[in-house]
């Protein structure tokens, strides 16, 4: 005779085994990056997690492999402890409660249950982008970085690719803005195209601070942007100055002593490392600060994002990727066919690859001739980039086959040479320089 304790142990694992196979034929049935996609692996998260960590060390392990044929076997275990150890707890609890308040637990315990199966089920929803009530003065203000952005842009070389930050950059300057006078203020405003007037700039700025604070999902989209300030201790920052960058720019301050912390690199390193998820490490050298330095502004921006439709590994192979019309080399191919938005002209194709939640959208342009990058370069401008994407956004969504190259790079640039070329240079003057709202 099989003890009860055993038999109900077969009747949990029996039906936790029907469950996750219910979950698994739901996760292939459906399109990845739908809702329904998306829910079931959110449910499977911690081992997905564990499984890329291991895909990302060895480079070998396929996650739809690691899906089919070990995290089911884990999950059905852990449905089949986790009903068992309902069972005992709530046998356990009704034990403890007087016959006459027996139904009112039954009451209690269905109505918790439908509270928490509504709950799960509200999660079921589709994901769509999360509102964001815009301002005109936020309008502004992207539309000046966007022109700052192409202007810096066209400013660079021609040659080998290019990576940066355009919102990092006027977000740190934006900040240093808010101490600047007279020419140094001019030039600033000038270079960084900021229509707005200091009392209405920064809280701009923080308005879009908190917009980009908003779209993280979890596991899937990963944004942080951080700025602090190092201080010299014992320096007479304005409180105006410190009240501007805690409230609009969520800038952490620490002091520090410049003229006798000899590790104070080391310090503000291991802060931008962190705050990189160690993707920058040493940023700061000892031979950069000296006696005289009163602050350092630190700004950094991490982001980790997975595609609402991804790529599968298996399909990933070495395919030419072409120089110019005539040289081409192999590198390591994405590819998939999926519904994108599309907006071809005669000399450029544009799509637009959604991360989870669709608050967030990688924008490719693509001259469609090999040897077409400059002259798409010459065409940017605000206006022509905003009008191209009024043209993206009204497309319909229709199957296409996408190909990406699969690479990393990395970027170092001066800001100081790069920002002086583009008119202003008094900031990196000592004797020009003029910071004055900054100190009293």
Known sequence: ???????????????????????????????????????????????????????????????????????PVIMVIFWAVAWRGLQFLFATIKQRIPPQHTRRFRWSLGLGLAIVLATAFSTLLPAGPKPFMKTQDVDSLVEGNTAFALAFYKQQPTNGNLSFSPYNVSSALG??????????????????????PQETLHPAFGALQKRLNTVQRGSSIKLVTANALWLQQGYPFTQQFMEVARSHYDAETRALDFKGTANASSEINDWIGKKTQGKIGRMITPDQITANTKLILCSAIYFKGKWETQFAPSATRPRAFFLNEEKSIDVP????????????????????????????????????????????????????????????????????????????????????????????????????????????
């Open 175 to 196: 900040l240093t803005y808010a101490g600047a006078a007279k020419q140094t203020e001019t030039e600033m405003a000038s270079t960084l195209h900021f229509a707005l």
């Open 333 to 440: 191919m994405m590819s998939q066919k999926a519904e994108f938005k599309t907006y071809n002209d005669s000399q450029l194709h544009l799509i637009e690859l959604p991360y989870v939640g669709r608050d967030l959208s990688m924008i490719i342009l693509l001259p469609k001739h090999p040897d077409g990058l400059g002259d798409l370069e010459q065409q940017l401008s605000p206006a022509q980039l905003n009008e191209w994407l009024t043209k993206l956004e009204g497309s319909p969504s229709k199957e296409t086959v996408v190909v990406l190259p699969r690479f990393k790079t990395t970027q170092t640039i001066n800001l100081r040479q790069e920002l002086g070329r583009l008119g202003m240079p008094s900031l990196f003057d000592p004797k020009q320089s003029n910071l004055s709202r900054m100190d009293s």
């Open 1 to 71: 005779m099989v003890p009860q304790h055993s038999r109900r142990w077969r009747v949990a694992l029996f039906y936790s085994a029907l469950f996750e196979s219910v979950l698994v034929f739901l996760a292939f049935g459906a399109p990845r990056g739908s809702w329904l996609h998306a829910k079931i692996v959110w449910m499977h998260g911690p081992l997905l997690w564990l499984a890329e960590r291991f895909h990302d060390e060895l480079g070998r392990i396929d996650l739809e492999d690691a899906v089919m044929l070990v995290i």
